[in-house]
């Protein structure tokens, strides 16, 4: 079935340290990912998303792979700032029929002390 | 451009009320989806209109429906409502050249209901 995982589920690091997280998904049509940021009281916000035709995606301090035979991508965050701190959602494309929709994984809270 | 605006901002039901909420895209959108996030399940898909259509439904029961206009607004409404609605509601909007799900999502804050 549709299901997209993602580890771990919390994250602490030190100011100035990498973060990464990672995700799996199971539908090998899949095609888009994109990663969102939410922070308390807002919605989730795109940082970066990846296509299926490129393994990797830099924008200044965050990064996203993708490995489409293993079925995992992951989210690099560099030089880590206290207001990196948030939740991370990574998603995936799903196609049903002649359509598609955007599945989820369950969310990573990064914490990055100062 | 102004981003995708949801109302209310703030809900309190009982149990067995229905609720609407409303929710405005960003201008020259034409798609919109529903999801509906809670600290156990995340988000989960609801549904997407695109053209005032219904494009794509999730797992959830026929309580919940929605509908889009020609200014490309939606609206999601929940019938007897349950403790297990509480959650946060999120719309987001996209331009949508293609069929749907591969393209940039635009969430709005959400709506909070809280059923009790």
């Known amino acids: 079935g549709e299901n997209v995982e993602q580890h771990p589920s919390t994250l602490s690091v030190q100011e100035g340290d990498s973060a990464v997280i990672k995700c799996t998904y199971s539908d090998s049509a899949s095609n888009y990912f994109p990663w969102y940021k939410q922070e308390l009281g807002k919605g989730p916000q795109l940082i970066i998303d990846i296509r299926s035709n490129v393994g990797e995606k830099k924008d200044q301090r965050i990064a996203v792979t993708l490995n489409k035979t293993a079925k995992h991508f992951s989210l690099h965050i560099t030089e880590t700032q206290p207001e990196d701190s948030a939740v991370y959602f990574c998603?995936?494309?799903?196609?049903?029929?002649?359509?598609?929709?955007?599945?989820f994984g369950q969310g990573t809270t990064l914490q990055v002390k100062p | 451009k102004a981003g995708v605006t949801q109302t209310p901002r703030y809900l309190i039901k009982t149990r067995g009320q229905q609720v609407t909420l409303s929710c405005s895209p960003i201008?020259?959108?034409?798609?919109v989806s529903w999801y509906q996030q809670t600290p156990g399940q995340g988000l989960q898909f609801l549904f997407e209109y695109f053209s005032e259509t219904q494009r794509n439904k999730g797992n959830f029961p026929g309580r919940f429906s929605g509908r889009q206009f020609s200014n490309s607004r939606s609206e999601m409404n929940v019938s007897t409502l349950e403790l297990g609605d509480s959650a946060l509601y999120l719309c987001a909007s996209s331009l949508t050249h293609g069929q749907g799900g591969n393209e940039k999502l635009f969430f709005g804050s959400g709506t909070q209901l809280s059923v009790l």
């Open positions: 998603a995936a494309s799903i196609r049903i029929s002649n359509t598609g929709k955007l599945i």
């Open positions: 201008s020259g959108h034409r798609s």
